[in-house]
């Protein structure tokens, strides 16, 4: 089992661009997150999905994009990237009890 | 909201020595979980406490659950150099699901 697998691992980004965080899970977990982690503010939930086809806000949803159009796979987007979002961006799944978590994602905006 | 708080943020022990995180939470909750991260790494299920007085316990690690007081501790025991870690809490409502995390324990363990 590969569990949750995100995908990329780095990526650096200039103001304005646009991309695409790819989570995919294998254990057919309904529920699944988008974190973002910074230094001394623990995990801060951007988006989180209930189910295919559900989409819901977190904490600091501005300024990121989410679609679970199947099941297993969780996108996050960033339409027009800003340093602010420099960040390690951690995606979860869960069947109601603990949550699995990917490796993380160390994105930076310069 | 829901807002949780973990104190204290930073701890450095002592080998052998014993110390409890505290984690506080704002609204009625009906799951409890501990993590564990390590520097770089992703966070690593420890505990979920889902009912009042709820305790768990893993090696030199007990956790424990107190929802009148919206308060769950994680108590070391005897620490061992390999605990060395940031430990969080995270707080969940059954009926969205929605996790909060606290902002995390950075505990160094010293010889």
């Known amino acids: 089992n590969a569990g949750v697998t995100q995908t990329p691992k780095f990526r650096v980004l200039k103001t304005g661009q646009s991309m695409t965080l790819l989570c995919a899970q294998d254990m057919n977990h309904e529920y699944m997150y988008w974190y973002r982690q910074d230094p001394g503010m623990g995990l801060r939930l951007i988006h989180y999905?209930?189910?295919?086809?559900?989409?819901a806000k977190g904490e600091v949803p501005d300024g990121y994009n989410v679609s679970r159009l199947k099941k297993q796979n969780f996108l996050l987007g960033l339409e027009s990237a800003a340093p602010s979002q420099t960040s390690v961006y951690f995606c979860?799944?869960?069947?109601?009890?603990?949550?699995?978590f990917g490796q993380g994602t160390r994105l930076t905006v310069v | 909201e829901l807002k949780v708080e973990q104190n204290p943020l930073f701890l450095s022990m002592q080998e052998g020595k014993n110390y409890t995180i505290y984690c506080n939470y704002s609204?009625?909750?009906?799951?409890l979980y501990w993590y564990r991260q390590d520097p770089g790494k992703s966070l690593e299920s420890l505990f979920v406490l889902l009912s009042n007085g709820a305790v768990k316990q893993e090696g030199r690690l007990m956790a424990s659950l107190d929802t009148k007081a919206r308060l769950s501790t994680l108590h070391i025991t005897a620490a061992v150099h390999d605990l060395s870690a940031t430990y969080f809490c995270?707080?969940?409502?059954?009926?969205?699901?929605?996790?909060?995390f606290g902002a995390g324990t950075r505990l160094t363990v010293k010889p």
């Open positions: 609204t009625t909750s009906d799951r």
């Open positions: 979860a799944s869960s069947l109601n009890t603990e949550a699995f």
């Open positions: 999905s209930v189910g295919e086809g559900t989409t």
């Open positions: 995270a707080v969940a409502q059954y009926n969205n699901n929605d996790m909060r």
